[in-house]
């Protein structure tokens, strides 16, 4: 079990608070507690607590593409990570790692948002792009791995655990009694 937080600021200008992601990171340190690690950039915050299962020496999050333009947070396991790997290698795509997380960077750089579409997974995920300035964030059809989420008027939060979301000072934790309705 992994945990992924993070947030990114919807006033593009507004930096995001290192402060903040690994105050949301700290609620999910049950979930990984072999490592952590956090990619900030301009008003996005990415956060990830590793539990180490594959490729224990150097699959540490968040991973890049080569070029750092892509990132990502993963929770979960790519079951066909083997054959995609080979496939994206036969393509000039270069890995730093044995990691089933590496793949997903360098099937997004080569497919786009289909990427999800050809991943056996039981995951939930959080994908920056940098070139575009644009977050994605997925999780496996049956939910098999948390995503929670709260848009608010300054940003769009998210965690594995809605405990992650409320260490977000955007994100009250009132309950909305037109949503109980």
């Given at each position: 079990?992994?945990?992924?937080?993070?947030?990114?600021?919807?006033?593009?200008?507004?930096?995001?608070?290192?402060?903040?992601?690994r105050?949301?990171?700290d609620?999910?340190a049950?979930?990984?507690?072999?490592?952590?690690?956090?990619?900030?950039?301009?008003p996005?915050?990415l956060?990830m607590?590793?539990?180490?299962?594959?490729?224990?020496?150097?699959?540490?999050q968040p991973?890049?593409?080569e070029?750092?333009?892509?990132?990502?947070?993963?929770?979960?396991?790519?079951?066909?990570?083997v054959?995609?790997?080979?496939?994206?290698?036969?393509?000039?795509?270069?890995?730093?790692?044995?990691?089933?997380?590496?793949?997903?960077?360098?099937?997004?750089?080569?497919?786009?948002?289909?990427?999800?579409?050809?991943?056996?997974?039981?995951?939930?995920?959080?994908?920056?792009?940098?070139?575009?300035?644009?977050?994605?964030?997925?999780?496996?059809?049956?939910?098999?791995?948390?995503?929670?989420?709260?848009?608010?008027?300054?940003?769009?939060?998210?965690?594995?655990e809605?405990?992650?979301?409320l260490k977000?000072?955007?994100?009250?934790g009132?309950?909305?009694?037109?949503?109980?309705?």
């Open positions: 079990m992994c945990g992924i937080a993070g947030f990114i600021n919807l006033d593009s200008d507004q930096p995001a608070d290192g402060r903040i992601v105050a949301m990171n609620t999910l049950h979930r990984g507690p072999d490592d952590e690690g956090f990619h900030i950039e301009g996005l915050a956060g607590r590793r539990l180490s299962i594959i490729d224990l020496s150097t699959g540490k991973i890049a593409n070029d750092g333009t892509v990132w990502i947070v993963f929770n979960g396991e790519v079951y066909n990570y054959e995609l790997r080979q496939e994206l290698e036969s393509k000039g795509h270069s890995f730093r790692t044995r990691s089933d997380t590496e793949v997903l960077v360098h099937l997004y750089e080569e497919e786009g948002d289909a990427f999800l579409t050809r991943i056996n997974a039981m995951a939930a995920l959080a994908l920056w792009d940098g070139r575009r300035r644009r977050l994605l964030l997925a999780r496996d059809r049956m939910g098999k791995k948390p995503l929670h989420y709260a848009l608010t008027k300054e940003a769009l939060v998210f965690g594995s809605i405990k992650a979301l977000h000072p955007a994100v009250s009132a309950l909305d009694p037109v949503a109980m309705a």
